[in-house]
């Protein structure tokens, strides 16, 4: 029997993800829910993204998730402004090369569509801002690494700047029904099966 607690988040845009305050205006993971102490997010999710975060005291799991050799599948959601061409996706499919801490970085081979119509999520508080004139897309996108704001920055280096990020899924856990703000704690077994760890 595992003594470790596992919690799944939907991360709300405006949070940080950790718990200590950089400066007093910011909200972060303490804001959200009273999680036990010891229980730390596995990964990040830039302040300006949402969607599916992992919290645990489980140090095997959060080491077995971020080993880049391991190469677990994320999705993301990625509502971009304009119509990505088949080009830009094919970009995106084969690697793009990004800046990280002022170094060249090519990006593995992602898995990159478009959408067929915009996902069923909440609205975003704030919402996106709206303009007529510009058409926008949502993006499927698929790594298996996560590098600093790693999807916004390929987007941008294919000329389709990001509006509104969300992270799906990873592996075979989903973001499933979960309002932002809201937590579901899980077992082991169950998040470690549907992590196919």
Wanted: proline content about 7%.
């Amino acid at each position: 029997m595992s003594d470790f607690r596992y919690f799944v988040l939907y991360k709300p845009f405006g949070v940080l993800s950790q718990f200590t305050r950089e400066h007093p205006s910011h909200r972060v993971l303490g804001d959200v829910y009273d999680f036990p102490k010891g229980v730390y997010p596995v990964g990040r999710l830039d302040k300006d993204s949402e969607g599916l975060l992992i919290l645990t005291d489980d140090k095997s799991l959060n080491h077995q998730l971020l080993d880049p050799k391991r190469g677990h599948e994320r999705v993301y959601w990625a509502q971009v402004e304009g119509i990505p061409d088949e080009q830009a996706l094919q970009q995106l499919r084969t690697g793009v090369i990004i800046r990280i801490n002022k170094i060249d970085h090519r990006t593995r081979p992602a898995k990159a569509q478009l959408m067929a119509a915009a996902p069923e999520l909440p609205e975003r508080d704030p919402p996106i801002r709206f303009r007529k004139n510009v058409p926008e897309r949502w993006l499927q996108l698929s790594l298996t690494e996560g590098k600093n704001r790693q999807v916004r920055r390929m987007c941008a280096a294919v000329g389709f700047p990001v509006l509104r990020l969300v992270r799906a899924r990873i592996e075979g856990l989903k973001l499933g029904d979960l309002q932002p703000g809201e937590v579901k704690e899980m077992g082991k077994k169950e998040i470690y099966t549907r992590l196919g760890l």
